[in-house]
């Protein structure tokens, strides 16, 4: 299948509908970089696009994403430093400019959203982002506080407290099951996959809790590939888990049954436990089926046209094949726009970047996905104004 290549570089931008963003297209400006404002104070004035790239018609299928009232998930992710932050900040931006109460999360516990809308989102708490016409909230979960959270429990008598926090979590039936385990001798210091597991939890209280019916939108900023990867893949790991326990509780169960009975003991404790693991097991598959549901869930890939950077970018598309999550978008960031100067770095650079975005064409797992080139820009994407200018560059 061809690559389908879209909003290639911003040479006929619309002014957008703010009045501070008035455009126009200047000729004599040819370094190659795209200019806007980065505070919302400065007085009206045109903006110059600085390039010289020919017209590209294609669209990157906005329409489709914006369309509907049914809440959709969008998880955005790929390699460290590609800019994945100011793509999923944009497009939370421009979902709520289009009408979507709208919420953008941070999984990546090296969290970035702060500095991307330029406003304290810190905390672990539901923030109000200040500019876009629709509500947009944005959520950063705080794996450190976490942690220090779970370090303290493991310091409570018998292990107890871990119980108490995993409760927190949704996940404190584990607890309940493994307590003979002595979890405050062993779990000194929290566990591998633990980051992943609050951002599961998470995702649990989106599908249930009232607190978010409100967003038709939810927008994740993921963590670098592996974190991502282990994301996806905790909700099966989670499931297999709880049915291996389950299993052994059933043997464990018919086994003791005769004693119990001889000595009068009823068991409901341990029978609740067990039916609280088997909601939590459902509340897994909820979360598994979400990931791959195809009528509301897309993964966006986002690179930059380096060797490196596409690689691992083909090696993402096959392992979210692979864990049937869907993906058929790829946006390829930080691309230098044709240059009519003389700057022979920018040219050198330049056939650099179409050899990498030669790649793309070839390459098995990534050729069938539709191809977003977003332009390097000179300046930092920094607050809802720059993020909404970027946001109606790549989203069209």
């Given amino acids: 299948m061809a690559t389908k290549v879209v909003g290639s570089y911003p040479h006929s931008l619309k002014s957008l509908s703010s009045p501070l963003y008035l455009l126009k297209f200047n000729p004599s400006f040819s370094s190659g970089f795209v200019s806007f404002p980065s505070t919302r104070n400065q007085p009206r004035k045109s903006l110059v696009v600085r390039s010289v790239a020919a017209p590209a018609e294609a669209a990157s299928g906005f329409d489709e994403m914006v369309s509907g009232t ?30 979507h109460p709208t919420l953008v999360v941070s999984t990546d516990p090296a969290h970035s959203l702060s500095d991307s809308f330029a406003q304290d989102l810190t905390g672990g708490t539901l923030i109000p982002v200040e500019g876009p016409y629709s509500p947009l909230f944005a959520l950063e979960i705080n794996p450190e506080k976490a942690r220090e959270e779970f370090r303290s429990a493991g310091q409570k008598s018998g292990g107890t407290g871990i119980k108490d926090f995993m409760d927190g979590m949704g996940l404190g039936v584990l607890a309940d099951q493994l307590g003979e385990l002595k979890l405050g001798e062993l779990l000194d210091t929290p566990p591998p996959g633990l980051d992943e597991a609050i951002a599961i ?14 967003f038709t939108r939810i927008v994740f900023d993921t963590a ?13 790991f989670l499931d297999a888990s709880i049915g291996k326990i389950l299993k052994l509780r059933q043997k464990i169960a018919s086994a003791t049954s005769a004693i119990k009975s001889v000595f009068g003991q009823e068991d409901s404790h341990r029978e609740d436990a067990a039916d609280k693991l088997e909601r939590l097991r459902e509340r897994m598959i909820k979360v598994r089926e979400l990931f791959r549901d195809t009528s509301s869930t897309e993964f966006v890939i986002v690179t930059i046209p380096t060797v490196m950077a596409i690689s691992e970018s083909s090696r993402l598309c096959a392992s979210l094949k692979k864990e049937s999550v869907p993906v058929k978008r790829l946006i390829v960031n930080q691309v230098i726009p044709p240059s009519a100067s003389d700057c022979k770095f920018c040219a050198m650079k330049r056939k650099d970047q179409m050899r990498s975005l030669n790649m793309i064409q070839s390459d098995p797992e990534l050729s069938s996905l539709m191809v977003i080139q977003a332009p390097l820009v000179d300046v930092e994407i920094r607050g809802v104004p720059a993020l909404q200018f970027l946001g109606d560059i790549v989203w069209k």
Avoid: I, W
Wanted: glycine fraction near 12%.
């Fill in 201 to 214: 939890s998470k995702v649990m209280q989106f599908l249930e809790s009232q607190e978010y019916n409100m």
């Fill in 224 to 236: 670098p590939t592996g974190h991502t990867l282990r994301l996806l893949s905790l909700p099966d």
């Fill in 70 to 99: 049914q809440r959709k998930y969008y998880m955005l992710g790929g390699k460290g430093g590609v800019g994945k932050t100011s793509c999923a900040a944009s497009l939370a931006v421009k979902f709520a400019n289009n009408g």
